[in-house]
C-alpha cells in the first residue's frame, strides 16, 4: 500500500486548504479500512487529527480541531481529503496521512497506523 499526500502550502490566517491522500498499490479492495490524517508541529510530537472508516461508517476528529477541519473519501478515485477551514498560524505543521485494515484509528485515535503516507507542509501565515 503507497499513500501520496499532498494540498500543502502557503496560507493566510483564516483561509482554506484541502489535502489529499491517494491510496495505491495493493489496496484494500471492498473492504473497510482506515484513513487518517496527523499532524507535526516544529518541535512537537506528531498528532492524531482526523480518521474514517472507508467502506464504512465511522469518523473520528481531534477535539480541538472539529468544526474547523473535515475528513472525506472518494472511493471511486482512492482517495481521503482532509478540507481545512479557518486556519490559524498554530496549524503550521507537516500532515501526514495513514491508513490501518483495523479500526484504532477511529475508535482509540490510534497514532501507530501500519502505513504512511509521506508528509505534505501546511504554512499558516499571521
Known amino acids: 500500500v503507497q499513500l501520496q499526500a499532498s494540498g500543502g502550502g502557503l496560507v493566510q490566517a483564516g483561509g482554506s486548504l484541502r489535502l489529499s491522500c491517494a491510496v495505491s498499490g495493493r489496496t484494500f479492495g471492498s473492504s473497510a479500512y482506515t484513513m487518517g490524517w496527523f499532524r507535526q508541529a516544529p518541535g512537537k510530537e506528531r498528532e492524531f487529527v482526523a480518521a474514517l472508516v472507508v467502506n464504512g461508517d465511522g469518523t473520528r476528529y481531534v477535539a480541538s480541531l472539529k468544526g474547523r477541519f473535515t475528513i472525506s473519501a472518494d472511493n471511486a478515485k482512492n482517495t481521503v481529503y482532509l478540507q481545512m477551514n479557518s486556519l490559524k498560524p498554530e496549524d503550521t505543521a507537516v500532515y501526514y496521512c495513514?491508513?490501518?485494515?483495523?479500526?484504532?484509528?477511529?475508535?482509540?485515535?490510534?497514532?501507530?497506523?501500519?502505513?504512511w503516507g509521506q508528509g505534505t507542509l501546511v504554512t499558516v501565515s499571521s
Open positions: 495513514a491508513a490501518d485494515p483495523g479500526r484504532e484509528m477511529v475508535v482509540a485515535a490510534s497514532n501507530t497506523p501500519r502505513y
